[in-house]
Structures are given as C-alpha cells and as structure tokens.
C-alpha cells in the first residue's frame, strides 16, 4: 500500500505539533509539509501535490473554507477538517460526506479520517470533494432572514440596466454581492456551484458552469480545464507542464492547470489569434 502523502495545516503551532504526533504513528501516512496559514497551504498544495490535507478551519486571513475554494477542482487533494465548529456546522459536514476531526483531537477520530481517505482513494469516490465541501459550506451559510425577499428581487433590478458593464450577482446569506465581469480573474466549478476569484477574494455562487457560462463576455473568459475557465486579461506568465500540459501564473498566487484537452485556447492567445 503506498503512502498517503500529507499536509497539514493549523495556525496554532502546538496544535501544529500534536496532529503531527499523533499522524506519525500511522504507517499509512507521510507528512511531506506543515502550514501555519491559508496562503501557505494554498501554495503548499500546488507544489507537493499530497493525497490529503488535514486542515483548521478557524484560521487568520483565509480560512480552511478559503483554501477549499482557492483551489481547482481537478488539483484538490482530499480534506479533513479539524475544527471546533458548533454543532450545526458538524451537521452540514455530515450531511455531505465531508469528514471532520473535533478538537481536541482524538486518535480514534484521526484514524478513521485516515481509512475513509484510503477508500476514497482506491475508488471513484475520491474524485468529487469540492462539490461535497461546498455544499457543506452553503448549508453552513443559509439562514432565514427577512431581507431574502429583497434579495430576490434585486438580480432581476439589476440586469434590466443594459447600459452598465455586465455582472455577476451573488446571493450570500442576507447580502448581494455584484461582481464586474471585468474584475473575475477565473472561475472553478464544483457540481452544482461555482467559485469566482476576483481581487482577492472567492465567491460561491448556485449555478453550474454551462449556466454561467451563458452569462459571461466569450471574448475575455476561455475553458482551460474541464471545470476552471480563466479571464485572458489576468495572464502574467505561462508554464509548460508534462504531455502537454501547462500552468498559467495569475498575479503572485494564482497558479491554474490547463490540460491538454484545451491547450489550443491558451495557444491561440499567445499567437494573438
């Protein structure tokens, strides 16, 4: 049985230290990195490549939602949480198959995260986290709120303006967030949600990519990978990778995968075509 390559993330560095303890006593696992932070993992992630992360939730900056959401569908490794969320939150964890580690932590549980991860690993169900994760994290989000009755009449407010630039409209719990198409930097589909990356942030939005892709300028935004469309705007540098493949830089953190599959978009580009 090959190891499962591990990475694990915390910004305590006691806890730091006991989750690598108590890790390192199960021959299945190999500890090839630690993190303190979001933007650590985040690039921890795309340079190690490991099979899981054991990630806090609970962290300065970005959080372990953060993370989830900063990162390709198609590159996530799988996710242990290990939090001290209440318990409404633990629900929408297990509602979605998504697995968790309660502070304190406890061998047993630590265990057991550990042979799930082998079985998703070994079968097909190891392919599909992100979507799991954001579902967990969109029940996490929705509350009752009278201004939801607002919040639905607004999209449609808004788009009937044809002068404005075209946007995106977001519905996060009691808030609408509008996003400048012109402002999104790439947009990573998970199942039934979207992430968009714009200025720093990422958004969750209920939609599936076929949808949004309706709404979006064809001329600035390209399917690089078979879930991650990139606006060209946003292209620093490009990378050529293995069969064919290459990594675009997107400002100092951003770093996408582009399978071969849709190479032609990103040459087409290049030659200014």
Known sequence: MNKLRTLI?????????????KLEKIQSIEIVGECKNGREAIAATLDLAPDIIFLDIQMPGLNGFDVVKGLQSDILPLIVFTTAYEQYALDAFDVHAVDYILKPIDDERIIRAVQRAQ??????DGQDNKPRILGAIDSINQTENPKQAVNKMLPGMLSSNVQVEKKVVIKDRDEITILKQSEIEWIDAAGDYVCLHAQGQT???????????AELDENIFKRVHRSTIVNLNFIDKVIPHTKGEFFLLLGEFE??????????AIKHFLLGE
Not at 203 to 213: F, N, P, W, Y
């Open 119 to 124: 079985e998703r690993l070994d079968g097909v």
């Open 9 to 21: 993330v915390d910004d305590e560095p006691l806890a730091l230290k006991l989750l690598r303890v």
């Open 255 to 264: 770093k996408i995968k582009v399978s071969r599959n849709y190479k032609d």
């Open 203 to 213: 958004h969750i939005k209920r939609s599936t990519l076929k949808e949004l892709l």
